[in-house]
């Protein structure tokens, strides 16, 4: 039996930032994968910055530089999962993406990984009683979010609180993606912040120099 996390994120970029939290919760929660799973711009509730395909093709060059982290079977770490990107909003949320991966993975143990920002909302998510009854999930601290303070607040949480592994310290969260868009707009230098290859592909598609607004 394995131990997978489900990483559903705008990954508009990825940053080092995703890539060391995907590293860290699967040492200290002992998993043996993680699946990156970049949401689609059909979304409602986000404006995404550039097209689909150019942030999957951002997040096969970060993970392609990864290929030496490797799981207690050998096997890679770190995969990517497209199956929200033809998401129709609206119709399709986590819980059918958690089903999903049931389907793939029927004898691994499942955990969705989150942060502590989203506990609050949780409760309002599509078809939220069924996803947090039947689904796992592994809970990032953030700075100015008290974890089971959150999750002692709304009843569906504190009557599954079994459901949620929180993660209270040494994750740290500091580089941004819209921090990265924003010094690309303003002629930074983002270097250091997100992997080369990101970057030069950034630059080469001339990605993120106007801001995309609703």
């Not at 958690?98 to 029927?106: I, N, T, V, Y």
């Not at 959150?150 to 993660?167: C, G, K, V």
Request: hydrophobic residues 35%; proline residues 4%.
């Amino acid at each position: 039996m394995r131990r997978i996390g489900i990483y559903g994120s705008s990954f508009d970029p990825i940053t080092y930032s995703h890539l060391f939290t995907a590293s860290a919760v699967a040492s200290r929660k002992r998993l043996d994968k993680v699946i990156f799973t970049p949401c689609s711009s059909k979304r409602r509730d986000k404006v995404l910055q550039t097209e689909d395909q150019h942030r999957l093709n951002m997040l096969e060059l970060a993970l392609r530089e990864c290929k030496t982290k490797t799981n207690r079977f050998g096997e890679p770490l770190f995969e990517i999962s497209t199956v929200e990107l033809n998401a129709l909003p609206g119709e399709t949320y986590t819980y059918d993406t958690m089903e999903h991966f049931r389907k793939q993975f029927p004898d691994d143990e499942l955990f969705f990984i989150m942060g502590a920002d989203l506990l609050e909302g949780l409760p309002n998510w599509g078809n939220a009683e069924k996803l947090v009854k039947n689904h796992r999930f592994i809970v990032m601290s953030r700075e100015g979010y008290h974890i089971d303070d959150l999750i002692a607040a709304h009843p569906l949480l504190r009557n599954n609180d079994e459901q949620f592994l929180t993660m209270s310290k040494g994750i740290s969260m500091g580089i941004s993606s819209s921090y990265i868009r924003g010094e690309i707009r303003n002629g930074g230098d983002p270097s250091f912040l997100l992997p080369d290859v990101v970057l030069a592909y950034i630059y080469q598609n001339g990605l993120y120099t106007q801001e995309v607004v609703s």
